[in-house]
Nanobody, 119 residues
């Protein structure tokens, strides 16, 4: 069971990136997926989330600039980031969670991908 993030890199302010979160060993269909980030010296914060039904929610600092989407056929969730700012710099992690009476609580994290936005 793995979550693997990719797509990070170094971009200038105002640029864009698309992050991917690919799952292996399980299917994402029944999972809510969240993107989190952690800047140096700061706590991890939520960026965006998408439920198993496709309902999305965003952190205030990224509303209007980031878009989360899921492709269940590809077993992948994406985070499209535009108008990037230096304060968006950090390691971005994806999280998959699912809970039910039959399955219990399932919670997986990826190892992260680094996004650096230069000013």
């Amino acid at each position: 069971v793995r979550l693997v993030e990719s797509g990070g890199g170094l971009v200038p302010a105002g640029g864009f990136l698309r992050l991917s979160c690919a799952a292996s060993g399980f299917t994402l269909d029944d999972y809510a997926i969240g993107w989190f980030r952690q800047a140096p010296g700061k706590e991890r914060e939520g960026v965006a989330e998408i439920t198993n039904r496709g309902v999305t929610n965003y952190g205030e600092s990224v509303k209007g600039r980031f878009t989360i989407s899921r492709d269940n056929a590809e077993n992948t969730v994406y985070l499209q980031m535009t108008s990037l700012k230096p304060e968006d710099t950090g390691v971005y992690y994806c999280n998959a969670k699912h809970s039910s009476l039959s399955d219990g609580v399932m919670n997986f994290w990826g190892t992260g991908t680094l996004v650096t936005v230069s000013s």
